[in-house]
């Protein structure tokens, strides 16, 4: 199985300032055929169900703002929240879908400093 | 709009059954693969199954050989039979809908989910 890897598992952020999440896969989930990486990041606020935000690690989700960036291949990957708002503040996920069982990190939460 | 909304969550004693259901709208039902996904109580989230847009399944180990995912594309329904059921899967069981036909896509929208508690 691919275990995700995320850091750190909490951080807490400035308004308007930007914040960084990291994944690791332990193996590539890069799919060479197509060079698409099999990489998906999700957000989680406090009671309600989680939502796409960026998948092949880079492509934002329609309607996601675009203060949310996804880069990164092969085994690390990066979420950026650009200039953090207070709508913002969330658990993020990232998961695999490049072989099952598709597996998620185990999230980063995301708060306001 | 795309609407996925689960039923069938309830208390169930260890080693009881329980069948999960997830009515589906809005969308092509039988061209998209489905997924579950649960969470615990106050934990991540953990991938449960998937059926693709074809008849092809894949489980969680945790799952294997205990849960089993099934599709009735004429009811635009998505099924989890859940059996031998444990404490450890008690969580809000999420319905979400993939990406493409493919099981190996990213999951595009998550219906609010259904509580199943395993308790005596």
């Known amino acids: 199985d691919i275990v995700m890897t995320q850091s750190p598992d909490s951080l807490a952020v400035s308004l308007g300032e930007r914040a960084t999440i990291n994944c690791k896969s332990s193996?590539?989930?890069?799919?060479?055929?197509?060079?698409?990486?099999?990489l998906a990041w999700y957000q989680q606020k406090p009671g309600q169900p989680p939502k796409l935000l960026i998948y092949g690690a880079s492509t934002r989700e329609s309607g996601v703002p675009d203060r949310f960036s996804g880069s990164g291949s092969g085994t690390d990957f990066t979420l950026t929240i650009s200039s953090l708002q207070a709508e913002d503040v969330a658990v993020y996920y990232c998961q695999q879908y490049y072989s099952a069982p598709f597996t998620f990190g185990g999230g980063t939460k995301v708060e306001i400093k | 709009e795309v609407q996925l909304v689960e039923s069938g969550g309830g208390l169930v004693q260890p080693g009881g059954s329980l069948r999960l259901s997830c009515a589906a709208s809005g969308f092509t039902f039988r061209t998209y693969a489905m997924s579950w996904v649960r969470q615990a109580p106050g934990k991540g989230l953990e991938w449960v199954s998937v059926i693709c847009g074809g008849t092809s399944t894949y489980y969680a180990d945790s799952v294997k050989g205990r849960f089993t995912i099934s599709r009735d594309n004429s009811k635009n329904t998505l099924y989890l039979q859940m059996n031998s059921l444990r404490a450890e899967d008690t969580a809000i069981y999420y319905c979400v809908k993939g990406g493409s036909t493919s099981c190996n896509g990213h999951m595009d929208v998550w219906g609010k989910g259904t509580t199943v508690t395993v308790s005596s």
């Open positions: 193996q590539s989930v890069l799919y060479s055929s197509s060079d698409k990486n099999f």
